[in-house]
């Protein structure tokens, strides 16, 4: 219209009139464009409250998490780890996960198969597939954490945001964004701490000096606190300790001793797991400033009861040389009944295993032959002992003084370990709905205000009593219900725990006890649970050997968001922002062409009046 009624102006100066017509429609639409352009930039305003302030679920967090409500970024999880939030350095630390490691983590999407799910609450049972972890604390004190099975958890996405990472000690790890809880690709594997003394050697540096050497083997975390050497000489007299609190390994130290003779070295670990020491941990040394040779040791290891292994050593100095070793075996007579002969010039020797089937105590005494002639000592004696045979009454396999060698308390005719005799503990349960009919719980749907009963059942099946443990952990189901009759237990409201004392089950015996709900007059329409996905799930779940589930009867209107909600694209702030710039866009672009166009109807205006049209 704009671009006719301009080309046909020179023609008919009428036009004038729809010119002017035209100029105030334009200023009409320049208006009400500039007034859509301020709504649509308020909009915005209003919009990038939800990118700076998103909006939270109102059961976005849980007991459970390892940080209430979750995290955003890597670096923001571990400002709670440095502060030790809900102790959660102090259960990285017990898996060996470490700060850098974390730190190192990424953001990436999961699924829930074959991974393990952490949590600092009791969610599901152990016949369920949860376990236990517990940790140190800082403080001293013991912590337990819980993990299960990720397939455990049936509501909800299958998909997870999570910054993962890998950790030298355990592996693969991640951190569920949403929860802060850990998720690992395996079980945690039992540590074991033990220390192993594995050699001390002594070595000459020159006639009166000797570097002595140990080293400890550590294990899971096992910590060395101080070496201790005993020095004694050819007859047994203590002639020095030494104690050093070095708490690596290997230790070394230079010994001086000047007295010419043989001498012997012990030394004693100590560590976090106990004193260790043991054979390997033994040498011998000698002095002398002449050509000399001593018989330093022997020992008598006993295999299978009845074969015996000999070791003897010695040192020779100053140009003194061994030729043989001889063993000789008495019995308790005196008499001797074995000779083991070891023709080597080496200081330690090992001589051929033999047969010694008769019980009885026997000594050992090693002779030295060497250029200086035959050489002994007290430490070349020893004495061994082979026992009778003896076997168990109720297992053969097994000799009679074994610890296991014991019979089944409630039939003497079987062994204690015998399958037969272990106890049989089959734990069930079982609910009705008393409201609807006393028909089973878990074939109806509860409604506002059943009264619905449960029966836990313990029964021995074995031959053997036994003690058991009666708990119901009953978080799940007093979401929707409140615990009207304990039956004789007591209810533990910061875990949710019923219990009852311990009860020593006889065979055959079985235990039951009752409790009972009553629904609440009013279900919650609360949504499910977004770090705890079985949290207010419309489904009542607990577990005692067999799980029982009872479907609740959720307000519709509950029911018909979350599924809408689920249909609906999954968008967030990016998405939204970019559709509001776009419109901006769009509005702005049409408010200045309305406004160009007003401009160029004032100016060819002006020209016709002035003549120039």
């Known amino acids: 219209m704009f671009r006719k009624i301009v080309s046909n102006l020179n023609f008919s100066p009428a036009l004038m009139g729809q010119l002017g017509f035209y100029a105030r429609r334009l200023r009409k639409e320049e ?46 999880y571990l400002k709670y780890y440095d502060r030790n939030s809900n102790n959660i350095k102090d259960i990285y630390s017990s898996l060996g996960i470490t700060r850098s490691e974390i730190k190192s983590t990424k953001l990436t999407v999961i699924g829930e198969a074959s991974r393990y799910n952490w949590s600092m609450t009791s969610l599901y049972s152990y016949a369920q597939g949860q376990r236990s972890w517990q940790y140190k604390k800082s403080n001293g004190a013991n912590g337990t954490v819980f993990y299960r099975p990720m397939r455990l958890t049936q509501q909800g996405g299958d998909r997870h945001e999570v910054f993962a990472g890998y950790s030298k000690a355990f592996g693969w790890f991640a951190i569920k964004k949403d929860c802060g809880n850990l998720i690992t690709a395996h079980p945690p594997v039992v540590k074991n701490p033990d220390a192993f003394c594995k050699n001390l050697t002594v070595r000459p540096i020159d006639s009166s000096r000797f570097r002595m050497t140990t080293n400890v083997k550590q294990v899971d975390g096992a910590k060395i606190t101080k070496y201790t050497y005993v020095i004694r000489d050819d007859n047994k007299k203590l002639v020095a300790t030494k104690t050093f609190s070095q708490k690596t390994s290997p230790h070394t130290f ?106 009885g105590t026997y000594s050992v005494t090693l002779k030295v032959r060497t250029n200086l002639g035959v050489k002994t000592s007290e430490n070349c004696k020893t004495e061994f002992t082979i026992e009778k045979v003896q076997v168990c009454e109720y297992n053969p396999a097994l000799p009679a003084n074994d610890p296991l060698c014991q019979p089944c308390p409630d039939n003497p005719n079987l062994w204690i370990n015998d399958e037969g005799c272990s106890a049989k503990l089959v734990s069930s349960k079982t609910a009705a709905n008393m409201t609807q009919g006393d028909v089973s719980a878990n074939t109806v749907t509860a409604k506002a205000n059943d009264k619905i009963t449960y029966t836990i059942t313990v029964e021995n099946r074995g031959f053997a009593s036994a003690p058991i443990e009666l708990k119901e952990s009953l978080a799940d189901v007093l979401e929707y219900a409140k615990l009207i009759d ?38 919650p329409a609360t949504n499910t649970g977004q770090s705890d996905e079985a949290s207010y799930d419309c489904t009542m779940v607990n577990t005692f050997g067999n799980s029982v589930s009872i479907a609740v009867n959720c307000p519709e209107q509950k029911v018909i968001v979350e599924q809408v909600t689920k249909e609906l694209p999954h968008t967030g702030p990016r998405e939204n922002m970019m559709f509001g710039a776009a419109l901006l866009a769009v509005v702005v672009y049409f408010w200045a062409r309305s406004r160009q166009l007003g401009k160029e109807v004032r100016l060819i205006r002006h020209n016709v009046n002035v003549g120039t049209i």
């Open 486 to 523: 304990l039956g004789g237990g007591s209810f533990d409201k910061d875990t949710s725990t019923l219990s009852w004392p311990t009860v020593d089950l006889a065979a055959g015996e079985k235990e039951s006890r009752t409790f009972a709900i009553q629904m609440l007059a009013t279900i």
């Open 31 to 76: 208006a009400t464009r500039r007034l859509g352009l301020v709504f649509t930039a308020l909009a915005l305003v209003v919009q990038s409250f939800a990118v700076f302030s998103p909006p939270e679920a109102a059961n976005a967090a849980s007991a459970a998490d390892f940080v209430r409500g979750g995290v955003s970024s890597p670096t923001e």
């Open 254 to 359: 230079v010994y001086n001793q000047s007295t010419p003779g043989a001498y012997h070295v012990r030394v004693k670990v100590s560590t976090s797991e106990g004193e260790r020491s043991g054979a390997n941990c033994t040498d011998s040394f000698v002095v002398a400033k002449k050509p000399a040779a001593f018989c330093t040791d022997v020992s008598a290891d006993i295999a299978d009861r009845s074969i015996v292994t000999l070791g003897g050593s010695a040192r020779a100095v100053r140009g003194a040389k061994i030729n043989r070793y001889v063993f000789i075996v008495t019995n308790d007579a005196g008499k001797e009944v074995k000779r083991v002969v070891v023709d080597s010039s080496k200081e330690n020797v090992i001589a051929n295993s033999f047969t010694l089937a008769k019980a």
